[in-house]
Structures are given as structure tokens and as C-alpha cells.
């Protein structure tokens, strides 16, 4: 049973648009969020984090939104980026220092340039 | 910058045998962790240790088991690998509230 769902296992965008990752999840004592960013051969990133109390987080390009009544949390990127082209893999942890963070299955985001 | 080192890129080994999987940070990080990424399924949580020689089991720990002698060194054993652990395991620490990964080991057990 997953609790945390990336229900779209791949998304293409052109470069220079807004990409829209999303995220659903079910266990309503999940409080903070985190997006990871993935590039082949190499360990997850840390990208951007939000925490119950908000319903937006931004940094930069990428902004996370977080919908509280209907667990879901989606990841933009704008404008998008070649450079972005990654597995994209979202998470979630009940407390700030939740050591259980439980991942998603992934999206693959490519961008073309 | 935070590193997070992992022993072996690839590793090729057979049904049965005992594997060790080495991870050392270097930033005193006292939560160390074990995921393996498969899939369709995401990282799914192994064992974490958030001290030496302490030790919690995760999401799937049946057939894997862990030691953390030392602090900057968590390794994750396979007691007698089996097909269905082939898969690539990533090992992170954390700090600052987040993880810090490993490049990963991609484990194919023949």
C-alpha cells in the first residue's frame, strides 16, 4: 500500500514552459514534504521542502504547493530547463525530524530543448 | 560539501553468498540510512541507525540486516542474497532535516 503516489511516471516539456510535477498521498499525519531530484548514476538530491503550516514553498525556479484537504502537493518548474531532465521523486514524513521518509515511485521529467 | 561515499558502483554476485554493503559519511551525521530504489516502487526504507551500534528496522528489512561500529560507517549486510534482491541500494545520511545520498550500488544477483 503505498502512502505516497506519483501517479504519472513521465512527463515531457518544452524547454522555456512550466513543469508540473505531481504528488498524492494518504496518510493524513504526514506534516513536511520534501521533492528529491534524481540524475542517472548519481544519488537523489535534495531540491525544495514544505512543512504543513504552509501552503507554498519557493525557491527560485521551483515552487511546491501543498493542498492539505486533498493530500497533494505538486512541484512547478518554470521556466524549464534541458538541465532539469531528472527522475523527480516526492516525500513525506510525519514530524520535521521524521526519520521514516517515505518515497514515491518517481517521475521522469524530460525537457526539450 | 556533505559526502556520502559508497564501496562498490556495480556489484555481480550469486545466489546464496553473504554481501556486504559499505557506506561512510563525513560530516558526523548521527542518522544514517539503507533504501533500495526499485522500479515503479520508489526508495523503500531498509534499516536506519541514529547511533552507533543502534539500529531500527524499515519498510522491507526481511532479509537484510546492518552494522554501525563507527559513526561515519553504516553497512548493510545480505545474509544470502537471493534473485529478488537484485536492485540498486542507496545509502544516506542526514543533516540539516534532509537526506544526503550516495551515488548508489547497482546489485545484480545471479
Redesign the interface.
Known sequence: DQQVKQNSPSLSVQEGRISILNCDYTNSMFDYFLWYKKYPAEGPTFLISISSIKDKNEDGRFTVFLNKSAKHLSLHIVPSQPGDSAVYFCAASVGFYGNKLVFGAGTILRVKS | DVK?TQSS?YLVKRTGEKVFLECVQDMDHE?M?W?RQDP??????IY?S?DVKMK?K??IPEGYSVSREKKERFSLILESASTNQTSMY?C?S?GD????????TQLSVL
Request: aromatic fraction near 22%.
Open positions: 556520502v558502483r542518522n540510512f533504501y515503479g516502487l520508489g526508495l523503500r526504507l536506519f541514529y531500527e524499515g519498510d542507496l544516506a542526514r532535516e534532509k537526506l544526503f545520498f550516495g551515488s548508489g
